[in-house]
Nanobody, 123 residues
Framework: QVQLVESGGGLVQAGGSLRLSCAAS????????MGWFRQAPGKERDFVAA???????KYEDSVKGRFTISRDSAKSTVSLQMNSLKPEDTAVYYC?????????????????WGQGTQVTVSS
């Protein structure tokens, strides 16, 4: 089992920045692929970014150049630095983990989930 706890959400003006963090605990969590997803009201849960144990990353097109995912395996944490935020980035952001190096972008491929953290970007 892997437990995930997100932090760092909040309210920010358009153009601002936020940094989300996800603390992972449990067996072999440092070897897992970690991802961030987001879900806006009335919408499906969408892929944002992922990083595997080798440091390879993948991003959803709309966040490329604005968001950066990183991990600290020694601390079992993964972060999402979000810059140039837009109102359309408003959503609940979820941290997810899967026991495989593949950088999948669909929620169904991830086994473990955090409780989510709200990000609200005002215009």
């Amino acid at each position: 089992q892997v437990q995930l706890v997100e932090s760092g959400g909040g309210l920010v003006q358009a153009g601002g920045s936020l940094r989300l963090s996800c603390a992972a605990s449990g067996r072999t969590s440092s070897s897992y692929t970690m991802g961030w997803f987001r879900q806006a009201p009335g919408k499906e849960r969408d892929f944002v970014a992922a990083v595997n144990r080798s440091g390879s990353t993948k991003y959803e097109d709309s966040v490329k150049g604005r968001f950066t995912i990183s991990r600290d395996s020694a601390k079992s944490t993964v972060s999402l630095q979000m810059n140039s935020l837009k109102p359309e980035d408003t959503a609940v952001y979820y941290c997810a983990a899967r026991a495989n190096v593949a950088l999948f972008t669909t929620p169904e491929k991830y086994e473990y989930w955090g409780q989510g953290t709200q990000v609200t970007v005002s215009s």
